[in-house]
């Protein structure tokens, strides 16, 4: 079994900066790929959105509130992602998980599909 496991996070003065990391952790050697690999968040009473996206390639995609501040990166090697948040604001207080698509070996064949971290607390005071 695989499971995603994020650090990072916590309780930082507006315009500050923290980075989150998610990292694979269990059976790591079935996996064979990680393909897309994603950051959410989960503000109080609000749902679930995406903030930063990465391909297996490399190529990025934020969301407007983020674009400028946030940088997400990977490295393919040690299963990781990363989320650097720069100049942060207390809108981006919020639980952020991440996610990703991963295939695993398995006895009866490759078995892909979408992967989410406990989450890790983000909080931003003014």
């Known amino acids: 079994q695989v499971q995603l496991v994020e650090s990072g996070g916590g309780l930082v003065q507006a315009g500050r900066s923290l980075t989150l990391s998610c990292a694979a952790s269990?059976?790591?050697?079935?996996?064979?790929?990680?393909?897309?690999m994603n950051w959410y968040r989960q503000a109080p009473g609000k749902q679930r959105e995406l903030v930063a996206a990465?391909?297996?390639?490399?190529?990025?995609n934020y969301a407007d509130p983020v674009k400028s501040r946030f940088t997400i990166s990977r490295d393919n090697v040690k299963n990781t992602v990363y989320l650097q948040m720069n100049r942060l604001k207390p809108e981006d207080t919020a639980v952020y998980y991440c996610?990703?698509?991963?295939?695993?070996?398995?006895?009866?064949?490759?078995?892909?599909?979408?992967?989410w971290g406990q989450g890790t607390q983000v909080a931003v005071s003014s």
């Open positions: 990465i391909t297996s390639g490399g190529t990025t």
């Open positions: 996610n990703a698509l991963i295939t695993l070996a398995t006895m009866i064949g490759d078995s892909r599909r979408s992967y």
């Open positions: 269990g059976s790591i050697s079935d996996i064979k790929a990680m393909s897309a």
